[in-house]
C-alpha cells in the first residue's frame, strides 16, 4: 500500500502545478464561485489521473512501450496549444475583466496533458501485488485532493504577490523567468528595530540576492521605492542590468534639462506632502492604526478612478497593521532625507545621475502622487544619452501594475524585447 501512496503522490505532481496555476487566474471576491472552479478542478485532474492508469493496465505491455516513448511530447504539444490559447485570451479582454473564466474544455485538456504519464505507469500495476481497481482510485482521490488544494494555494498567491500578480502571470507565460524580491521591512522577519532602511542598503540586498541566485544578467523593473532603487542600481552596476523600466516615478535626464522642470516642481512638493509626515515619530502609529486606516486613504488619493476591493487591500492592510513593518516603512522616507548619513548621500548620487541603460517610464495620468506634467517633463528622450521611452495610461492611477496589468505587461514586452541585447531567455527582477 506504501508504493501505491508513494506512485500516487509522484503521479500527482504535475495536476497539482496545473491548479496553482489556475488557481492564481481566479481573482474574484465571490468564493463560492471560487469553490465551484477548484471542485470542478479536483473532479477533471482526479478522474483522469484515475482512469489513464487503468488504461495502462489494461493495456499491459502490448502497446504501452511505444506509447511511452511519446506521452511526453503529446503532452507537450498540448500544454504549448493551451499556454498559446490562454495568451491570445488574456490580450483580447479589457483590463477591467480582473477573472479569467476557466472552462471545461480547458480543463479537459489540462487533465489529459498531466495524466499521459500514468498510463505508463499503470503498466507496472501487473508487477504489483495490489487491486488495480483500488490502487486507481486511490490515485485518483489523492490527485483530487492536491488539485483541489493547489488551487487554493494559486488564489492565494494573488495575496502573496500582491498588485504584481497578473502582471507576473503574463511574464512567465511569455517565457521569461519573474524573480520577485520583498523589500527589507516589509516582511514581519525582515522588519528589525536596529536594521538599517534606505535606498543603499536596498540595492545592496539586490544585488546580493541576485549575486546569490547566480543571474547573469536581467530586465530591471521597479515601482515606486522599487523604481527609486532600480535607478541606484542601473547607476551602480549598469553592466548587470539588460534594461530598466520605471513605474510612476520618472527617470532623472541630464542636468541641462532640470531647469525646464522647475515650474512644476511647486504642485509636486505638495503632492509629496507626505513625506514631512514619515519624518514624525508619530509615523509609525499613524500608519498602522485602525487597520491601515491611513494607508487605505493614501491609496484612494493616490489611485482615484481605481475602485480596489477589500481582498485588494488586504495584503497591504495586513502588512501595516504590523507596528513593525509601518515603523520600517516610515524609515524610508527619513533615510531619503538624512544626508548627513554617507550611505543616504551615496544613494542620492547614483539616484540623480542620468540613466545609462533602455529604459521605460510608465505612469498613470489619474496619478495622485506624481505630477503627471512633471513626469512629462522629465522623461523627455531628448534629456538623455540612452534609449527613453515614456507610456502614459489613462484612467490610471499610481498602482498601474494592479489597474491595467495587460497594458503593462504589454508595454514590458515592447521594452524588453527592443532593448539591446534583449534576450528571451532573460530575467524579469521585479
Same mark, same amino acid.
Given at each position: /500500500?506504501?508504493?501505491?501512496?508513494?506512485?500516487?503522490?509522484?503521479?500527482?505532481?504535475?495536476?497539482?502545478?496545473?491548479?496553482?496555476?489556475?488557481?492564481?487566474?481566479?481573482?474574484?471576491?465571490?468564493?463560492?464561485?471560487? /469553490?465551484?472552479?477548484?471542485?470542478?478542478?479536483?473532479?477533471?485532474?482526479?478522474?483522469?489521473?484515475?482512469?489513464?492508469?487503468?488504461?495502462?493496465?489494461?493495456?499491459?505491455?502490448?502497446?504501452?512501450?511505444?506509447?511511452?516513448?511519446?506521452?511526453?511530447?503529446?503532452?507537450?504539444?498540448? @500544454?504549448?496549444?493551451?499556454?498559446?490559447?490562454?495568451?491570445?485570451? &488574456?490580450?483580447?479582454?479589457?483590463?477591467?475583466?480582473?477573472?479569467?473564466?476557466?472552462?471545461?474544455?480547458?480543463?479537459? &485538456? @489540462?487533465?489529459?496533458?498531466?495524466?499521459?504519464? $500514468?498510463?505508463?505507469?499503470?503498466?507496472?500495476?501487473?508487477?504489483?501485488?495490489?487491486?488495480?481497481?483500488?490502487?486507481?482510485?486511490?490515485?485518483?482521490?489523492?490527485?483530487?485532493?492536491?488539485?483541489?488544494?493547489?488551487?487554493?494555494?494559486?488564489?492565494?498567491?494573488?495575496?502573496?504577490?500582491?498588485?504584481?500578480?497578473?502582471?507576473?502571470?503574463?511574464?512567465?507565460?511569455?517565457?521569461?523567468?519573474?524573480?520577485?524580491?520583498?523589500?527589507?521591512?516589509?516582511?514581519?522577519?525582515?522588519?528589525?528595530?536596529?536594521?538599517?532602511?534606505?535606498? /543603499?542598503?536596498?540595492?545592496?540586498?539586490?544585488?546580493?540576492?541576485?549575486?546569490?541566485?547566480?543571474?547573469?544578467?536581467?530586465?530591471?523593473?521597479?515601482?515606486?521605492?522599487?523604481?527609486?532603487? $532600480?535607478?541606484?542600481?542601473?547607476?551602480?552596476?549598469?553592466?548587470?542590468? @539588460?534594461?530598466?523600466?520605471?513605474?510612476?516615478?520618472?527617470?532623472?535626464?541630464?542636468?541641462?534639462?532640470?531647469?525646464?522642470?522647475?515650474?512644476?516642481?511647486?504642485?509636486?512638493?505638495?503632492?509629496?506632502?507626505? /513625506?514631512?509626515?514619515?519624518? &514624525?515619530?508619530?509615523?509609525?502609529?499613524?500608519?498602522?492604526?485602525?487597520? $491601515?486606516?491611513?494607508?487605505?486613504?493614501?491609496?484612494?488619493?493616490?489611485?482615484?478612478?481605481?475602485?480596489?476591493?477589500?481582498?485588494?487591500?488586504?495584503?497591504?492592510?495586513?502588512?501595516?497593521?504590523?507596528?513593525?513593518?509601518?515603523?520600517?516603512?516610515?524609515?524610508?522616507?527619513?533615510?531619503?532625507?538624512?544626508?548627513?548619513?554617507?550611505?543616504?548621500?551615496?544613494?542620492?548620487?547614483?539616484?540623480?545621475?542620468?540613466?545609462?541603460?533602455?529604459?521605460?517610464?510608465?505612469?498613470?495620468?489619474?496619478?495622485?502622487?506624481?505630477?503627471?506634467?512633471?513626469?512629462?517633463?522629465?522623461?523627455?528622450?531628448?534629456?538623455?544619452?540612452?534609449?527613453?521611452?515614456?507610456?502614459? @495610461?489613462?484612467?490610471?492611477?499610481?498602482?498601474?501594475?494592479?489597474?491595467?496589468?495587460?497594458?503593462?505587461?504589454?508595454?514590458?514586452?515592447?521594452?524588453?524585447?527592443?532593448?539591446? $541585447?534583449?534576450?528571451?531567455?532573460?530575467?524579469?527582477?521585479?
Amino acid at each position: /500500500m506504501l508504493e501505491i501512496l508513494l506512485l500516487a503522490l509522484a503521479l500527482a505532481a504535475d495536476a497539482f502545478a496545473a491548479a496553482i496555476g489556475l488557481g492564481s487566474t481566479h481573482r474574484s471576491d465571490v468564493k463560492s464561485q471560487f /469553490m465551484k472552479m477548484a471542485l470542478l478542478i479536483g473532479v477533471y485532474f482526479g478522474v483522469a489521473q484515475g482512469v489513464m492508469p487503468l488504461i495502462g493496465y489494461a493495456l499491459g505491455s502490448t502497446m504501452l512501450g511505444w506509447f511511452a516513448e511519446g506521452a511526453s511530447w503529446i503532452a507537450f504539444v498540448i @500544454l504549448v496549444a493551451l499556454g498559446i490559447k490562454m495568451l491570445y485570451e &488574456s490580450r483580447s479582454v479589457n483590463d477591467d475583466d480582473t477573472r479569467i473564466n476557466v472552462s471545461h474544455k480547458t480543463l479537459l &485538456s @489540462l487533465a489529459i496533458a498531466t495524466s499521459l504519464d $500514468a498510463m505508463a505507469a499503470g503498466f507496472t500495476l501487473n508487477l504489483l501485488a495490489v487491486n488495480a481497481y483500488v490502487a486507481c482510485l486511490i490515485i485518483a482521490l489523492t490527485t483530487a485532493i492536491l488539485s483541489v488544494l493547489g488551487a487554493y494555494i494559486g488564489r492565494q498567491s494573488g495575496t502573496w504577490l500582491g498588485s504584481w500578480d497578473a502582471v507576473i502571470t503574463s511574464l512567465v507565460q511569455t517565457g521569461y523567468r519573474v524573480l520577485v524580491p520583498w523589500l527589507r521591512g516589509y516582511t514581519a522577519d525582515s522588519a528589525k528595530r536596529h536594521a538599517q532602511y534606505g535606498l /543603499m542598503p536596498a540595492a545592496e540586498d539586490m544585488l546580493a540576492w541576485k549575486d546569490a541566485l547566480n543571474v547573469k544578467s536581467a530586465h530591471l523593473v521597479g515601482h515606486d521605492w522599487g523604481a527609486a532603487i $532600480a535607478m541606484v542600481l542601473a547607476n551602480l552596476k549598469p553592466a548587470a542590468w @539588460l534594461s530598466l523600466s520605471l513605474l510612476a516615478v520618472p527617470p532623472i535626464p541630464i542636468k541641462t534639462r532640470l531647469p525646464y522642470a522647475v515650474w512644476n516642481l511647486p504642485k509636486q512638493l505638495r503632492m509629496s506632502s507626505y /513625506m514631512l509626515v514619515m519624518q &514624525s515619530n508619530k509615523a509609525e502609529h499613524l500608519l498602522s492604526k485602525q487597520n $491601515a486606516n491611513y494607508v487605505k486613504r493614501i491609496w484612494k488619493t493616490w489611485s482615484p478612478s481605481w475602485s480596489f476591493s477589500d481582498a485588494e487591500f488586504e495584503p497591504a492592510r495586513t502588512a501595516f497593521s504590523n507596528p513593525d513593518i509601518a515603523w520600517a516603512a516610515a524609515r524610508y522616507y527619513r533615510a531619503l532625507l538624512s544626508l548627513h548619513h554617507s550611505a543616504n548621500r551615496q544613494a542620492a548620487r547614483y539616484l540623480m545621475s542620468p540613466v545609462t541603460l533602455p529604459t521605460l517610464a510608465l505612469a498613470g495620468l489619474d496619478d495622485g502622487c506624481m505630477n503627471i506634467q512633471l513626469h512629462k517633463q522629465l522623461g523627455q528622450p531628448k534629456g538623455f544619452n540612452t534609449q527613453v521611452r515614456s507610456v502614459y @495610461l489613462p484612467r490610471c492611477g499610481h498602482f498601474l501594475q494592479a489597474e491595467q496589468p495587460k497594458a503593462v505587461s504589454r508595454a514590458l514586452l515592447i521594452h524588453f524585447e527592443q532593448s539591446q $541585447a534583449s534576450k528571451r531567455t532573460a530575467d524579469a527582477i521585479l
